[in-house]
């Protein structure tokens, strides 16, 4: 079956390469992932949101809400259990870096197992109450999509990277139902670098996504009716904006702080008990916890501000407006260090979604504990919106991803002034402090944001050495002379001879004007000198599995023009030169250009 599945794509794809120009079918395949792409993303708000309506409404037994310290915890457990049962072939990856390093250091491939791994794992932490997005998973199944689609198809780097950026707008849009935010996030956060005429195929991608997101799941992911905004709160919101800014930066720092902690358990069992109790501990304490965070902020979008405190430990003290400010200030950081544990005990989940509940609360708590002084009344519903805002902004580095989300999510376009505010705000405090987003952080650790954001690192990265080895070079045997491969040696084009044992090792090089010297010398041994007395050791020699950047970097700086290539074990391959690679950079960079 799975052979004549292949057998139609390659008939298909001869087919297209004569009848459809490569442009036209940029924007068909962008159409497709945007599609499967919807799917993908409706299919797992579907499966977590049955999940979760499963525990709390359909399971009845008296004592279920024992279980709830427990739920997160088995979440975890069963999505690590998936993962170590059936991803045995490759690593599991989650979250948006992953994608990112796709880009620069695997040619944008993504491993096809992730269009569905994603889903299933990123339902079941979230669906039984892991404290962390969806939009992290949907973004890496729509990314896996658009990856295959170039892989099966034959596309080169460039249009593989902006297919997998199609794939990722596709899961913002389907998970938000938002296809401007969608496209702007894959502009802002996904790719290396922006050309005018990407924007069609994502903005069709993105389009696409969010009407199939309609038609499987057509709820809204907020319910509102928003006010105008009034110039008088100008300056609150300035301030608010710099609130934000500066809690980011906390957020971004916990961020690194937790993963680093969790990382130095050692057994992935332990952080499995770890994270997952100190999830279901929290989540008893404050439910506003639980899952995504959605829901209590629709409510406080309704105006039910004492649903923060209803249902939890507190609820004796709902009608006191105080005591909901510091629930709600609670919920904050807790969110904040629920969402993170979640990811770093073994859950499948994201980012983005966190942020933008934690950033609902904060404008929440901001103009609801403003309001309590007496002394001024904000519209805490304008607020709460500007709140997700300034924490995507802040949070991610992408300001307009932040404005245009939280625009189309809560149909607040007339806080558009509003909302511009507070996220450049927070961008520019955050940038300010933290030269790194949540995401470009874990590149920089792992030594790969310099191969995201370069273009040229990027290009080089694309290039395979093993496809450049030159192997067209005379091969001299330790114990030839230059009289008896005297017709070798006048013949060739090259200017350097390896010698290569019996083995297959390379025991040293010997350039043609040394060899020509002794050929034409009045003295008759120099003709008859054996080849393993005259060579020279190499002055480098790299494996054929080095990254090309670094063969580069190698060149420039020991001014090398031609290096020997070995294999794993050390034998001799051939030689990459520098003509070669410029040669290759040169093409690619033609083809991009004729793409755009």
């Not at 979230?126 to 969806?134: D, E, P, Q």
Request: aromatic residues 12%; proline residues 3%; hydrophobic residues 45%.
């Amino acid at each position: 079956m799975h052979t004549k599945i292949l057998r139609y794509l390659v008939s298909f794809n001869d087919l297209r390469k004569r009848r459809i120009s490569k442009t036209n079918f940029l924007i068909l395949a962008a159409a497709v992932t945007g599609i499967l792409g919807g799917i993908a993303s409706s299919l797992l708000k579907e499966l977590t949101h049955l999940i979760a309506d499963f525990l709390q409404n359909d399971f009845h037994w008296k004592y279920k809400y024992f279980l709830y310290l427990f739920f997160p915890l088995i979440g975890i457990f069963l999505a690590f259990l998936y993962v170590r049962t059936f991803i045995r072939r490759s690593k599991f990856q989650h979250g948006i870096p992953a994608i990112m390093n796709s880009i620069a250091r695997n040619s944008s491939k993504l491993d096809i197992h992730n269009v569905y791994s994603q889903v299933i794992t990123s339902a079941l932490t979230v669906g039984l109450g892991g404290s962390a997005g969806l939009e992290a998973p949907a973004v890496a199944s729509g990314s896996a999509i658009g990856s295959n689609i170039g892989k099966y198809f034959g596309l080169s780097y460039r249009e593989t990277t902006l297919l997998l950026a199609c794939g990722a707008a596709a899961g913002i849009s389907g998970a938000f139902n938002g296809p401007i935010a969608g496209m702007v996030f894959a502009i802002e956060v996904i790719l290396p670098e922006f050309s005018i005429p990407a924007v069609v195929p994502l903005l069709i991608s993105s389009a696409f996504a969010s009407v199939i997101s309609k038609l499987i799941y057509d709820k809204p992911l907020f319910a509102l009716v928003t006010k105008d905004w009034t110039v008088e709160a100008f300056w609150y919101y300035l301030a608010f904006g710099l609130l934000v800014g500066l809690y980011s930066v906390f957020y971004s720092r916990l961020n690194r702080y937790l993963f680093i902690s969790f990382d130095k358990i050692k057994s992935k069992y332990n952080k499995i008990w770890v994270g997952g109790i100190a999830l279901g501990v929290m989540i008893a304490l404050l439910p506003a916890l639980y899952g995504e965070g959605y829901i209590t902020i629709q409510k406080l979008l309704d105006g039910d501000y004492q649903s923060l405190i209803t249902n939890s430990l507190f609820s004796q003290f709902s009608g006191i407006p105080w005591a909901i400010f510091l629930i709600g200030a609670f919920s904050v950081v807790g969110k904040s260090f629920a969402s993170i544990i979640t990811m770093a005990s073994g859950g499948n989940g994201g980012m983005f979604g966190p942020s933008v509940v934690v950033g609902g609360l904060l404008g929440f708590i901001f103009s609801f504990g403003l309001n309590l002084t007496g002394m001024v009344h904000l519209n805490i519903t304008n607020f709460i919106i500007a709140g997700m805002a300034a924490s995507v902004s802040g949070v991610m580095h992408a300001p307009l991803t932040g404005v245009f989300l939280a625009a189309e999510i809560t149909g607040g376009y007339v806080l558009m002034v509003p909302l511009m505010i507070v996220s450049a705000f927070s961008y520019f405090i955050n940038k300010g402090i933290l030269k790194y987003s949540i995401y470009t952080r874990v590149l920089a650790d792992q030594g790969t944001l310099s191969s995201f954001e370069n273009k040229d690192n990027s290009v080089l990265e694309s290039i395979k050495l093993k496809y450049l080895v030159e192997k067209d070079f005379v091969i001299l045997r330790p114990n030839d002379t230059p009289e008896g491969r005297k017709k070798d040696i006048v013949h060739t084009h090259r200017n350097v001879f390896p010698v290569v044992n019996e083995t297959g090792f390379l025991n040293g090089l010997i350039y043609s004007d040394h060899l020509l010297e002794l050929l034409i010398s009045n003295q008759p041994e120099d003709r008859t000198r054996l080849a393993k007395d005259i060579a020279q050791p190499a002055q480098k020699v790299i494996s054929i599995n080095t990254p090309m950047a670094e063969v580069m970097q190698i060149m420039d700086s020991q001014d090398l023009r031609v290096i020997p290539v070995t294999d794993m074990e050390g034998k001799y391959i051939g030689f990459v030169t520098k003509n070669s690679i410029f040669n290759k950079y040169r093409s690619i960079l033609t083809r991009q250009e004729d793409y755009l």
